[in-house]
């Protein structure tokens, strides 16, 4: 949306922090189950006070059921530094 000018540059920011905001507080207040992954760590690298890891052949597993993902990205970073 930004490269097709639908977006400016400063609302797809805005927008995406908010969404990093809102997804924290649903996580913390509306989930309550557990979900364990297992799989063959590819990479993984800290940068900026950001996590990334690629596993590869991952196994996503919780109470109910399984699933098999073939490569999966994972970005982490603290909630606390969304309030800055």
């Not at 063959?40 to 597993?61: E, G, M, P, S």
Request: with cysteine; proline share 1%.
């Amino acid at each position: 949306m930004v490269s097709s000018s639908t977006l400016s540059p400063e609302l797809a920011i805005q927008v995406l922090v908010q969404f990093d905001k809102s997804m924290t507080e649903a996580l913390e207040s509306q989930v309550k189950s557990k979900v364990s992954i297992k799989g063959h760590l590819h990479t993984y690298r800290f940068c900026d006070n950001v996590w990334t890891f690629i596993l590869q052949d991952a196994l996503f597993k919780n109470e109910d059921s399984q699933e098999n993902v073939g490569r999966v990205k994972i970005v982490a970073c603290d909630s606390k530094l969304l309030s800055q």
